[in-house]
């Protein structure tokens, strides 16, 4: 499938798990926002939300992807970075967990001017839930009749699509990796019946930029990274990488599981890896001291640059 190669791809953390003012910037690639400059705090949460700006020969499109756990860090730090939910062109969620949507519906509300379209994978309405040492966790659900009360033009794909005539959605995403499994925490309802999650519902955003190589966005990356970007390689033919950047979900899988993904990280060489959210501490410092020179962790008020050339 061919995808239009754009100008750049700039990506603003919105909401992440980590707020860190002393993470240093990378002039040209990552800019850090200097504390003490902004109208108001930042806040980090448990949740994901990523403003993605696409510039497609001049025409600047901003897709909101996740919206965060709540609407509270989501609309605190989109107006602490300056932006209005009006700017937002369209939403796309990454999979069906609520620290990825909970936002979502008071972002709608508060909005002026109509709804922008939502994008979401067909399966992201199965009820989920999670298993802790201490009981069972939900089931959260997305709702759709929801999302119909508050206008929105509601786009359900299961397969790869170009959206918005420039970036690629994955749909479900192939997996081809032996070691990238899922967890078994992690369960779905499937007609009133439990049943371990297998993560249909999850996909990326791929873009590719001129002369620099594919842009790789995930939110928990729950069916493995390494699966996610052999993937968007297979169905884009390039396998040039740019910047892979997500939550990668690494730390609750174990030692070999981090270790597997930092050796199939390798064998992608991209120019640049960004990870956060629920990477976990202990997957991030490995990746840190496996990637010197091109890994930085994801923080709140980060903005991310692919310029093509
Ligand atoms: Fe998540
Ligand atoms: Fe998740």
């Known amino acids: 499938m061919q995808i239009p190669a754009l100008q750049s791809v700039t990506v ?14 990378r002039p040209g690639i990552v800019e850090r926002v200097p504390p ?23 025409l600047l499109t901003r897709i909101l992807m996740d919206a965060a756990n709540d609407p509270l860090p989501l609309f605190n730090n989109l107006e602490a970075l300056g932006h209005r939910p009006e700017e937002i062109d369209a939403v796309v969620l990454s999979h ?16 002026s001017g109509p709804p922008p379209p939502v994008y979401l994978h067909r399966d992201i309405f199965h009820p989920k ?16 009749e929801q999302l119909q009360a508050a206008g929105v033009q509601v786009y359900q794909n299961q397969g790869p699509e170009l959206i918005l005539d420039q970036i690629l959605l994955t749909g479900t995403v192939e997996a081809t990796t ?27 955003l ?3 930029v001129e002369g620099r190589g594919l842009v790789v966005i995930g939110g928990c990356s729950h ?52 990870a956060g959210h629920c990477t976990g501490f202990r ?5 840190a001291a496996a990637f010197p020179n091109n890994f930085m962790i994801s923080c709140v008020g980060t903005k991310v640059l692919v310029v093509g050339g």
């Open 12 to 25: 603003e953390i919105l909401v992440d798990n980590f707020y860190d003012v002393f993470e240093p910037s």
């Open 36 to 58: 003490g400059r902004l109208p108001k705090p930042l806040l980090a949460a448990h949740g994901l939300a990523y403003l993605i700006t696409l510039n497609h020969q001049g």
């Open 96 to 111: 069906g967990h609520p620290d990825h949507y909970g936002g979502l519906l008071g972002f709608l509300a508060r909005r």
């Open 129 to 144: 839930l999670f298993l802790t040492p201490r009981g069972r966790v939900g089931p959260w659900r997305l709702e759709m």
């Open 178 to 204: 032996l070691y990238e499994k899922g967890l078994p925490v992690f369960k779905r309802l499937l007609q009133g019946k439990e049943e371990p999650d297998p993560f249909t519902d999850e996909q990326a």
């Open 206 to 208: 791929v873009a590719q």
């Open 223 to 274: 069916p493995g990274i390494v699966n996610i970007v052999k993937y968007a390689e297979k169905l884009t033919g390039v396998d040039k990488v740019a910047l892979i950047l997500g939550g990668f979900h690494l730390t609750a899988g174990g030692d070999d599981l981090i270790q597997n993904t930092i050796q199939g990280l390798r064998e992608i060489d991209p120019e640049f890896i960004m």
């Open 283 to 287: 997957a991030l410092t490995r990746l």
